[in-house]
């Protein structure tokens, strides 16, 4: 596989929010795929900013919250942001094998946490 960085002449859509261009940077720094689409690499983006949006909500629940959510017909459920960060987890995960992401952008450590793309000790989202 080979991986390049990607030049400035693949630019970011315009339709991109603001968290997810800035990921958009992040990728391209990295480097991906010879050939990947933009639209593969926009997708990740999106789902990546999506994600942590989730993350942070579960990280926000209260534990009862978190384990059961009572649904309107009165029965317990699993609140529904547990299933969203598991489909997302499991797309960012076809997603970056698809861009050529190392390590899949999975963080080895926790199988749902989300690698953040920058070098430092704050490479995870947790």
Do not use: Y
């Not at 609140?79 to 076809?94: M, N, Q, S, V, Y």
């Amino acid at each position: 596989m080979t991986q390049n960085k990607l030049s400035n002449s693949m630019s970011c859509p315009a339709w991109l929010e603001i968290d997810a261009r800035a990921e958009w940077s992040r990728v391209l720094q990295v480097g991906v795929k010879e050939g990947v689409d933009a639209n593969v690499i926009a997708a990740f983006c999106t789902s990546l900013t999506l994600w942590r949006r989730v993350d942070a909500l579960i990280q926000n629940l209260e534990e009862s919250d978190f384990l059961s959510w009572t649904h309107r017909d009165g029965r317990p459920r699993q609140h529904p942001a547990l299933a969203i960060e598991a489909r997302l987890t499991a797309d960012l995960t076809e997603l970056a094998e698809a861009i050529g992401l190392e390590d899949n952008g999975l963080d080895g450590r926790h199988p749902t946490r989300i690698l953040v793309l920058d070098e430092g000790p704050s490479d995870h989202i947790e």
